[in-house]
């Protein structure tokens, strides 16, 4: 459960997307929120970290992290112009880099960045596509290829490079999910290296809708 936050914590977008005044986020441009999705205090968010067309060279200085923290005011406004909750099609000018869904909750700590692969001295980002309902808990690591509907990840959970999670599952705490796993939806995964280790009980996925959590933050 995310710690409850001070008053005046966040900043309240048009779409009801709840982002910390202490969040860290980059390459705003780049970042797609379905609206009430919540971002906690130290999350950070790499949207500045996006695939960019070979022959665009005006791109390269941010294929990179450049440093300095982006305000999260500023993906307020970016966030507020999209009521759409699928992500446009990318564009040599602007890539979607994260995608998020709606009613999510990025905890405490937590980092969502886009895949990636180098190759020949070369390195390019793939997007980090999140579905509706998904908990990411404090301190977690994410740079999954794309999570599904109703999936909680636990704290300190590290999930790899171009994972792809399926609806349904649960990931407990601590966990490291090695890059380029396939989880199948209704699982429960654990373990270093992660693997199933059970199905999700039936009933359980109730509780991985997170509107009344949603309501209760902010």
Not at 197 to 208: F, K, N, S
């Amino acid at each position: 459960m995310p710690p409850k936050p001070t008053r005046g914590e966040y900043i309240e977008t048009e779409t009801g997307n709840k982002v910390s005044r202490r969040a860290y986020i980059q390459g705003t441009q780049n970042i797609i929120l379905g609206g009430k999705t919540i971002i906690q205090s130290e999350c950070t968010i790499r949207g500045d970290l996006h695939r960019t067309a070979p022959s665009s060279s005006s791109s390269s200085s941010s294929s990179t992290a450049t440093g300095g923290d982006t305000q999260a005011q500023q993906l307020s406004s970016s966030s507020s112009s999209s009521s759409n909750r699928h992500p446009p099609q990318p564009t040599p000018q602007q890539n979607v880099a994260v995608s998020i869904g709606r009613y999510c909750i990025l905890s405490s700590g937590c980092v969502l960045r886009p895949p990636c692969k180098t190759h020949r001295g070369v390195t390019s980002y793939w997007p980090l596509k999140v579905g509706d309902h998904v908990f990411v808990g404090e301190g977690a690591v994410i740079e999954a290829a794309s999570i599904g509907n109703h999936v909680r990840i636990g704290a300190g959970a590290v999930i790899g490079r171009f994972v792809i999670i399926k609806d349904g599952v649960r990931v407990v705490d601590g966990c490291v999910v090695p890059a380029g796993m396939v989880i199948p939806p209704f699982s429960i995964v654990a373990g270093q290296p992660g693997q199933v280790v059970a199905e999700l009980p039936e009933g359980e996925l109730d509780t991985l809708d997170l509107r009344e959590l949603y309501r209760s933050i902010g």
